[in-house]
């Protein structure tokens, strides 16, 4: 008899396309909740059914316990899975669930309790005979808490109990430090979690994180699988996570593995949880935390063992046996994760906001090693309420130096459009000497900023870019410039703030460029929507490309640089008065998409151009009405000449 039929996913994002495609595969019913920030979000089309639970700001949806509850009840779901963050360490939630009937995947409520807390979850440690960082945790002033910060000793971490993410943690390297540390941790810590309660952990120089995965069913079975390095992190949050660890070796791993057993079931654990270890330069570890949910970087055991993680959550939450024991438990090469994050790292990581323009994935998931875990496709927003991280990207391999091949390779075929990622810089770090040697440490990353190291300075194109960019501006006229007529023009682009004349001369496929003193010359291949072949210097290459308004986007070496045409004549005529509809450039006008008298919005494609076998859609920049049509489909059209006139909508 199953448990359950319907399950509900209470979270957003790619966990929630995770979860929700596992349980369709299982055959379960399938609702998504979501904000109102999420409604076009892909997660939500995922699910068979969805209900709304609430205004953007977390608190008043994923946080919103009543709002999840009531949509269980509505659509009748009998199990819910809390992905991770949010609701997923919270032991009231998961009473509240089984109180209304509904099965929770995840551990029993006491078990959350036990670990949800890192001061409570070590004392638990200690008793079971796993070893922790030494610390101090319990009520005290703050004079109080400087004499135990001397007894536990300099540098150390002050951190939440009731943290996670890497929030409500400082540093204090000496006694000076401390004040300021116990005051901006508490201070975080209150306003993240509601609860400012502090402990001290001495702090593991150059250590490394590798934690445990470990599942346990409802029967006493419990094992572990292996473990995940996540010592890539910049403020104590991971960046890139691999398994298995380039450290640990198998003696090893069977030591923190029946530690971290032990550890579950000290707790009376049940379903997927982690241990999480800091190994110092000995190779000593101890325990810092047990996550009581799904890890973010679940899909490197995934790959390196070749189990679903979800599917065995769903399994052990119906109440069967661990299908496997210890002992079948293979291990198969290497797996890396990088997380993709809408974020600056030029401009200290800041958050990024906007719509994502296009996200091609398939060409990297062409490669059988690679997988996308994505919450995003080209249309999506992204807000400022939740977490930057976008998509991950996962590769497995025989060696680790395959995996990270793969993955870099993978990242390269995956530009995001619309926003600033960290694209560039996860394939700068797992290129980096000290990555591919497998030397890192914790703080690594940190110092790095700190140091203001070549990986975290801007790139700006180089003359090969600027070259591509005129290309794609000024392609589309190559067909009537295949007669063997020469056409010479200036023209402006602008890119990351640096404006550059170019004086360009076009013959056929040839392009020449006058760029500041040097002569430069690229050939065009072929032109193809989104891709551009094209040789310079004796080397044929392809660039993935969009044209995006009056602005052209090129794919780069994991960048993808803006370019603007601030001066053109056209851009200039259409830029002054946006109700005049004219053509970006020469070529065919293949469709009309409208009608007189058709109300468009801003965004709507009004009419596409075919040129160079490339497709350029012409889209309305106002909401506005269609006024006259003056050229139709069929008809052959000059740059800058008027395709349509649109006038103010007239209020209703
Ligand atoms: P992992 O160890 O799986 O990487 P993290 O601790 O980095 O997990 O957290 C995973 C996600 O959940 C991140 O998006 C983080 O911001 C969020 N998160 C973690 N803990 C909390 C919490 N207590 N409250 C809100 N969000 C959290
Ligand atoms: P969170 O709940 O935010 O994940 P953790 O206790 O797991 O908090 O700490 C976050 C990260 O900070 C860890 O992944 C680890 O890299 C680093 N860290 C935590 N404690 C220590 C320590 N005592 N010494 C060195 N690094 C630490
Ligand atoms: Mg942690």
Not at 328 to 351: C, M, N, Q, T
Request: aromatic share 6%; with cysteine; hydrophobic share 45%.
């Amino acid at each position: 008899m199953p448990r359950f039929n319907k399950l509900l996913v209470a979270n957003r994002g790619e966990i929630a396309c995770r979860v929700l495609r596992t349980a369709r595969d299982m055959g379960y019913q399938t609702v998504a909740v979501f904000s109102e920030a999420d409604r076009a979000a892909p997660f939500v089309a995922l699910a068979d059914e969805a209900v709304c639970i609430g205004a953007a700001p977390p608190a008043q949806s994923y946080l919103n316990v009543a709002a999840i509850l009531e949509a269980a009840r509505k659509t009748g779901a009998d199990a819910l899975h809390p992905g991770y963050g949010f609701l997923s360490e919270n032991a009231e939630f998961a009473r509240s669930c089984a109180e209304a009937g509904i099965v929770f995947v995840g551990p029993p409520a006491d078990a959350i309790f036990a670990m949800g807390d890192k001061a409570r979850a070590k004392q638990r440690m200690r008793e079971a005979g796993v070893p922790t960082v030494p610390g101090f945790w319990g009520e005290a002033s703050l004079e109080q808490l400087a004499v135990e910060a001397e007894r536990v000793g300099y540098p150390l971490l002050v951190k939440a109990t009731a943290g996670g993410g890497g929030r409500g943690i400082r540093v204090a390297e000496n006694a000076a430090q401390l004040p300021q540390a116990l005051h901006s941790a508490r201070a975080e810590a209150q306003s993240a979690f509601g609860d400012g309660t502090l402990m001290l952990e001495r702090f593991i120089t150059r250590g490394r994180h590798v934690e445990i995965q470990v599942f346990a069913d409802q029967h006493g079975n419990a094992v572990y699988l292996a473990e995940r390095d996540c010592t890539a992190q910049r403020r104590r949050q991971k960046v890139i996570e691999e398994a298995p660890s380039p450290i640990v070796t198998p003696a090893l791993r069977e030591q923190m593995g029946r530690a971290a057993v032990t550890a579950a079931l000290a707790v009376g654990y049940q379903g997927a949880g982690t241990v999480e270890l800091i190994v110092d330069q000995k190779l000593d570890y101890y325990f810092l935390e047990m996550n009581t949910r799904l890890q973010v970087e679940h899909p490197v055991t995934e790959l390196i063992t070749g189990l679903d993680l979800v599917r065995l959550q769903l399994l052990v939450a119906e109440g069967q046996a661990l299908p496997f024991a210890q002992d079948d438990v293979k291990l198969s090469g290497h797996a890396i994760e990088a997380r993709l994050y809408a974020e600056d790292p030029y401009a200290g990581f800041a958050p990024q906001t906007g719509s994502i323009l296009r996200f091609p994935v398939e060409r990297a998931l062409t490669q059988p090693a690679i997988r996308i875990d994505s919450g995003i496709e080209a249309g999506s927003q992204v807000t400022p309420y939740y977490d930057a991280m976008v998509a991950k990207v996962i590769a497995h391999g025989a060696t680790r130096d395959e995996a990270a091949r793969r993955l870099c390779r993978a990242l390269l075929d995956c530009p995001l459009y619309g926003l600033r990622t960290n694209t560039a810089f996860l394939i700068d770090l797992l290129r980096s000497p000290e990555f591919v040697r497998g030397e890192l440490y914790t703080s690594l990353l940190d110092e790095w900023v700190a140091e203001k190291h070549p990986l975290l300075q801007a790139k700006l194109p180089d003359d090969e870019a600027w070259l591509l960019a005129a290309a794609v501006v000024s392609g589309a006229g190559l067909t009537t410039l295949r007669s063997g007529s020469v056409s010479s023009f200036e023209l402006s682009l602008s890119c990351q703030g640096v404006t550059q004349r170019l004086q360009i001369s076009r013959d056929g496929q040839l392009l020449h460029a006058q760029l500041g003193s040097n002569n430069l010359s690229l050939t065009l291949l072929s032109v193809r929507e989104h891709t551009l072949r094209y040789q310079y210097e004796g080397i044929q290459r392809s660039v993935d490309y969009l044209r995006h308004g009056a602005q052209v986007q090129l794919a780069l070496h994991g960048h993808v640089f803006v370019f603007e045409e601030p001066s053109a004549l056209q851009t200039e005529r259409t830029l002054v008065d946006p109700r005049l509809v004219v053509a970006p450039l020469a070529g065919s006008l293949i469709s009309v998409r409208v009608a007189v008298g058709d109300q468009v919005k801003q965004g709507d494609v009004l009419a596409v151009i075919e040129a160079m076998k490339m497709e350029t859609r012409i889209m309305a920049r106002i909401d506005a009405t269609v006024s006259s049509i003056v050229h139709s489909a069929g008809e052959q059209v000059e740059a800058g000449e008027q395709l349509m006139q649109l006038r103010d909508t007239e209020p209703t």
